[in-house]
């Protein structure tokens, strides 16, 4: 079984600051790991994914992720922020298995201010 | 060109009543999901099938019955609707063998409220 943790509930930040979504995992097997973007009233979508390969992932809108498998984070990170970035963030996890089932985090509700 | 689409979008209706949400993606993707996300966005896995095959079945009350027709539809039907069930309810899609093998995509949602 496979758990997820975003550390932090929301986030504000002002525009063009830096900002850092926290996601620590627990796993007994491998895992692929993934960050979803959802946006008010809307489905989710897929920001960036972790397979396999180098730990340091580069998904849409300017997101970077890295894996640390030592530390089993997936941190999402961006170095500068827009009022359009203003959503809910969740970290996910999927086992390896055929049916590639999701367990997400409880989300970061992340906020920019003008 | 919606890819995942799911009908209505809202839904009200009162306790006891039975209810269906409609899913389908014209991705050609073999494998769909339905996902619940409850007041706190929380968001937890109810039912996979791949190629109308039933794969994942969480612990859902009986009351959930998930009918998929084909492989392009995976709707969700609710007995006797309870307040808890009140949550939006999300589609996902995965073509389980192509390239996008290990990313599903989702559709835009229902939102269920029960009164």
């Known amino acids: 079984a496979q758990s997820v943790t975003q550390l932090d509930s929301q986030v504000p930040v002002f525009e063009e600051a830096p900002v850092e979504l926290r996601c620590n995992y627990s796993?007994?097997?491998?895992?692929?790991l993934f960050w979803y973007v959802q946006y008010p009233n809307q489905g989710l979508q897929l920001l960036l994914k972790y397979l396999s390969g180098s730990t340091l992932v580069k998904g849409i809108n300017g997101f970077e992720a890295e894996f640390n498998k030592s530390q089993t984070s997936f941190h999402l990170r961006k170095p500068s922020v827009h009022i359009s970035d203003t959503a809910e963030y969740f970290c996910a996890v999927s086992d390896l298995g055929s049916a590639r089932q999701l367990t997400f985090g409880s989300g970061t509700q992340l906020t920019v201010l003008p | 060109d919606t890819a995942v689409s799911q009908t209505p979008k809202y839904l009200v209706t009162q306790m006891g009543n039975d209810k269906s949400i409609k899913c389908e993606q014209n991705l050609g993707h073999d494998t769909m999901y339905w996902y619940k996300q409850d007041s706190k966005k929380f968001l937890k896995i109810m039912f996979s099938?791949?190629?109308?095959?039933?794969?994942i079945n969480e612990t859902v009350p009986n009351r959930f019955s998930p009918k998929s027709p084909d492989k392009a539809h995976l709707n969700l039907h609710i007995n006797s609707l309870e307040l808890g069930d009140s949550a939006v309810y999300f589609c996902?899609?995965?073509?389980?063998?192509?390239?996008?093998?290990?990313?599903?995509?989702f559709g835009p949602g229902t939102r269920l409220t029960v009164l």
């Open positions: 796993s007994s097997v491998s895992v692929y």
């Open positions: 996902a899609s995965r073509d389980s063998g192509g390239r996008s093998i290990n990313e599903q995509f």
């Open positions: 099938y791949n190629n109308k095959e039933l794969i």
